[in-house]
């Protein structure tokens, strides 16, 4: 089955509120599709909010990511490295040595969060 496009539906912050309200954990859109079509509505499936464990391991991640300049740090050896014109001391392996324990513990912390064995 073919959906047309989009319908848009302009409310005041109130009503919008009040409908976020009585759909609950409900997607809006589906609460309001449940309401108009009545026994009609194709039944859709609840969002799920994630654990609160897995919330705090997201918001480490974010967090540590926010705290560090890795990303651009990466960025930086990235460019350099493709016109030629990095040289590896002492600081830069360092550095390196660092990013990388960063991604990893990124990488575990998401696994972990998503329920996944790392």
Same mark, same amino acid.
């Given at each position: 089955?073919?959906?047309? *496009?989009?319908?848009?539906?302009?409310? =005041?912050?109130?009503?919008?509120?009040?409908l976020e309200a009585q759909a609950g954990s409900m997607p809006l859109g589906s609460y309001i599709k449940s309401v108009v079509f009545a026994s009609e509505a194709p039944t859709y499936r609840k969002r799920k909010k994630p654990p609160i464990a897995e919330q705090q391991l997201l918001a480490a991640v974010l *967090?540590?990511?926010?705290?560090?300049? =890795?990303?651009?740090?990466l960025n930086q050896i990235a460019k350099h490295l493709n016109q030629g014109t990095l040289s590896i001391d002492e600081e830069l392996e360092a550095d390196?040595?660092?990013?990388?324990?960063?991604?990893?513990?990124?990488?575990?912390?998401?696994?972990?969060?998503?329920?996944?064995k790392p």
């Open positions: 089955m073919s959906r047309l *496009a989009p319908f848009s539906l302009r409310l =005041t912050i109130q009503e919008r509120q009040q *967090a540590r990511l926010g705290q560090t300049r =890795t990303a651009s740090n390196l040595n660092a990013a990388i324990a960063e991604v990893a513990w990124m990488r575990v912390t998401l696994m972990q969060a998503l329920g996944m």
